[in-house]
Every structure is written in C-alpha cells, then in structure tokens.
C-alpha cells in the first residue's frame, strides 16, 4: 500500500511543489521514525503536515523525519477562497464563511456544504491538485 501511495503521489507531484497532508500520515508510534523518514525521502516535493487523531508523535520528531512544518491547522488562501486546512472537519459547523479542507471521514463524502474532503479514500489514492481545489471552491 505504501509503494503505490508514494507512485501515486509522485506521478502528480513535483520536487518544487508543496503537498499539505491532513493528519493521518501513519498509524505507526515512535518506534517507527525510521520508516517515516524512509517515505518521506521517496515523496517528491515539500511536505507540510497538519496532525491528525493517530498521528502521536511530538511534532519536532516530525520535523525531524523530514516534514517541512507540522501545525493543528493552516489558514490558507487558494485561489481566492479562505481555507482552513485541518484533518477533522467539525469546526465546519461554525465557521460558514470558510472552505475547510480536511481528511478523517474517510469515504463519508467528497464534498459537503463548505468541507472538501482530500483524504486520499475518495480521491483513487491520489493527492487532490490545487486545480482541482479552486475548482471545487468555486461550486461550494
């Protein structure tokens, strides 16, 4: 699963590029930093990680294995649409005046009123591109 995790990913991203993973990058604890580090270096490009409910390590042993930035959740503007980047969507409820992006319903939904779930289940196991994003952004 992880070899055509990494295929998947590097057939869609570059060295120069940036891809925000949205928690849940292992089900691995602390006793497995070696294999973090060993995916990371086969993942084209900089990887930014927004902690998910299993990712349990401290988050400078992230960093550490080779995470550009480790953060709970990342405020970005994507192609002109405010975003909240976090792996658990509940925030959503409140907060209608933004686009979150998140993972950890698995294949619950795609998209659903202003969340866009980018959790690799219901993407054929393939990074959501920016395009693709904005695009959405613009129907939600």
């Known amino acids: 699963m992880d070899k055509a995790l990494i295929r998947n990913h590097n057939s869609l991203v570059n060295e120069e590029d ?4 949205v928690g849940d990058f292992s089900l691995r604890g602390s006793q497995h930093t ?10 084209n ?9 299993h990712d349990s390590l401290k988050p400078f042993s992230y960093i550490n ?3 550009y930035s480790v953060h709970t959740h990342l405020e970005l503007n994507i192609g002109g649409v405010d975003c909240v980047l ?4 509940v925030h959503s409820i409140t907060a209608k005046e933004k686009t979150f992006i998140c993972g950890h319903v698995h294949d619950m939904f795609k998209i659903h009123k202003n969340v866009i779930n980018v959790g690799v289940d219901v993407w054929d196991f393939k990074p959501a591109s920016e395009e693709e994003i904005i695009k959405i952004t613009k129907e939600v």
């Open 65 to 67: 294995v080779g995470f």
């Open 86 to 89: 976090v792996h658990d969507p």
């Open 18 to 21: 940036t891809t925000y993973i």
């Open 34 to 43: 070696h294999y973090y580090k060993y995916i990371l270096d086969r993942m």
């Open 45 to 53: 490009g900089k990887k930014v990680l927004i902690l998910g409910n």
